[in-house]
């Protein structure tokens, strides 16, 4: 705990996930069980930054359950991204670079890579190569094993042993969702987040554990996990997000410094484009006169495109991915 009252090690990610244009929340990953909810997914996603959301975890579902390249909610999604001043991590269905591109060049800040990774670490590897710390991992448990491809058949694998494979990589977290919490075994999916936070390099994040404001305090006094991924209980009003913001901040999150600037501070503008253009220059020529004086040395790559800003620029929700 910092002295402002905020818990730098939690992060909220009030959950939304997206079916036929609709909230939905599944029932232990079934699709022939579905919660429909009766709120706008772009409301409420507004909602939950009046509450004081810093982060929002979108999920399209249709995009999950099919083959299809194509992003099935993609307009909707696109719109919401734009609704919003803070962060989106969008998941669902995404198997090939070209969709991770499309995301990002379309507003996401972080894409979740799920059952695609199973099948090998290639996607994972070349994604975070090009958007390091902005690729999310997803690893589904049940019974101890990792279960890929929509919670619909285990593999002989432990979440563990699966994460190890990409630890050493540029990831910025790793969802783990223990299907078992639905059956009533909250301590054994407690133990293995806190376990796999204890014994991993990347942030680990516990998607579907919490039901009540006593879950997230189990989960906040465990001191390892980075932050959790709630759904159905902000959506079923068992809690608020301005309760769970409570919890974890120990201050009304509508007072918290942090997200009211002061305002008789002038912040610096942003730098027009120009102006940041002079500066790449006056670097390059730095850098050829330092090489110059050096002759053994060669000269190092220019950074390579990131292919999508972070920032939260405006976009267009155009149809489908670009394929190239």
């Not at 099919?66 to 001043?85: E, G, H, K």
């Not at 991770?100 to 979740?112: L, N, Q």
Request: net charge neutral; aromatic share 6%.
């Amino acid at each position: 705990m910092t002295a402002s009252g905020k818990d730098p090690t939690m992060i909220v990610y009030p959950d939304i996930g997206i079916r036929n244009g609709r909230c939905v929340i599944l029932r232990r990953g079934q699709m022939s069980r579905p919660v429909v909810y009766d709120h706008d997914p772009i409301v409420k996603a507004q909602q939950f930054v009046a509450e004081g959301a810093e982060w929002l975890n979108v999920v399209d579902l249709d995009a999950q359950r099919t083959r299809s390249r194509q992003p099935c909610n993609s307009d909707l999604i696109v719109s919401l991204i734009n609704s919003v001043p803070v962060p989106v991590q969008v998941g669902g269905g995404i198997r090939k670079i070209d969709q991770v591109d499309w995301w990002m060049e379309h507003g996401a800040d972080c894409v979740v890579i799920g059952s695609a990774a199973y099948l090998g670490p290639g996607l994972v590897r070349e994604a975070c190569a090009r958007y390091p710390f902005r690729i999310m991992l997803a690893v589904d448990v049940r019974a101890g094993r990792v279960m890929p491809n929509g919670w619909t058949a285990p593999a002989g694998i432990t979440p563990l042993a699966f994460a190890h494979r990409f630890d050493r990589l540029d990831l910025g977290g790793i969802l783990v969702t223990d299907v078992d919490y639905d059956t009533e075994m909250a301590e054994a999916s407690f133990a293995l987040v806190a376990d796999m936070a204890r014994r991993l390099h990347t942030p680990v994040i516990a998607s579907g554990m919490v039901k009540s404001l006593d879950d997230l305090s189990t989960l906040r006094h465990l001191g390892t996990v980075a932050g959790a991924v709630i759904g159905r209980p902000l959506h079923e009003g068992a809690m608020t997000l301005d309760e769970a913001l409570r919890l974890l901040w120990e201050v009304d999150p509508a007072e918290a410094w942090w997200r009211k600037p002061p305002r008789d501070v002038d912040l610096p503008e942003e730098p027009r484009l120009r102006d940041r253009a002079a500066v790449a220059a006056a670097v390059e020529i730095v850098r050829a006169a330092t090489m110059a004086q050096a002759p053994g040395k060669r000269p190092m790559p220019a950074p390579r495109g990131q292919g999508g800003d972070a920032g939260k620029g405006k976009r267009s929700p155009e149809r489908g991915f670009h394929q190239g």
